[in-house]
T-cell receptor, first 114, second 112 residues
Framework: DTEVTQTPKHLVMGMTNKKSLKCEQHMGHRAMYWYKQKAKKPPELMFVYSYEKLSINESVPSRFSPECPNSSLLNLHLHALQPEDSALYLC?????????????FGSGTQLSVL | GESVGLHLPTLSVQEGDNSIINCAYSNSASDYFIWYKQESGKGPQFIIDIRSNMDKRQGQRVTVLLNKTVKHLSLQIAATQPGDSAVYFCAENKAGYSTLTFGKGTMLLVSP
């Protein structure tokens, strides 16, 4: 299994809603990532988890709250988002957090904030 | 600024042609480079990678060339097909950064 699975594929939410994005991998990877991607732009790093611990937070607003329940799962909890947060949210994993490791990406969650 | 960049934001080719997508990088300490393909509505898909101890690496219909002298990376796609239409990103392990740094991307459009 070389897949990173993300759910849901699409999400529409209001600015007062609370929702969660989910990500799962069964490749035994110990590093997991959240990226945000605007249309026709490269992915922007948000968070990195290494061995289930948060190792990097790229100054992401607190309305985004990551969680890593175990080595296979990664969640992103969303609360009080703004319309400018509308984007494709990508989960990725790699065997380690070394920078010479390729990232395996999921298909993403297309988020629209109304 | 100091970042991975691409010369051509859009490349249009005919089916069957060979495509070359270019990427310039400015950090001579980078020693790992990777190409991703991203189709509309999907996540980036790994194509091929190369380490700095190599100049060339081949995959199925794809070749990556690394010229460290001029800090240039290219992706060659042989016999381009309509299914190759996508945005292609290069990425490097830029010194001082904890993860891969992505370039701006090139859109490849393949006409039948």
């Amino acid at each position: 299994d070389t897949e990173v699975t993300q759910t849901p594929k699409h999400l529409v939410m209001g600015m007062t809603n609370k929702k969660s994005l989910k990500c799962e991998q069964h490749m035994g990877h110990r590093a997991m990532y959240w990226y945000k991607q605007k249309a026709k732009k490269p992915p922007e790093l948000m968070f990195v988890y290494s061995y289930e611990k948060l190792s990097i937070n790229e100054s992401v607003p607190s309305r985004f709250s990551p969680e890593c329940p175990n080595s296979s799962l990664l969640n992103l909890h969303l609360h009080a988002l703004q319309p400018e947060d509308s984007a494709l949210y990508l989960c990725a994993s790699s065997q380690w957090t070394a920078t010479n490791e390729k990232l395996f990406f999921g298909s993403g969650t297309q988020l629209s904030v109304l | 600024g100091e970042s991975v960049g691409l010369h051509l934001p859009t490349l249009s080719v005919q089916e069957g042609d060979n495509s070359i997508i270019n990427c310039a990088y400015s950090n001579s300490a980078s020693d790992y480079f990777i190409w991703y393909k991203q189709e509309s509505g999907k996540g980036p898909q790994f194509i091929i990678d190369i380490r700095s101890n190599m100049d060339k690496r081949q995959g199925q219909r794809v070749t990556v060339l690394l010229n460290k002298t001029v800090k240039h990376l290219s992706l060659q796609i042989a016999a381009t097909q309509p299914g190759d239409s996508a945005v292609y990103f290069c990425a490097e392990n830029k010194a001082g950064y904890s993860t891969l740094t992505f370039g701006k991307g090139t859109m490849l459009l393949v006409s039948p």
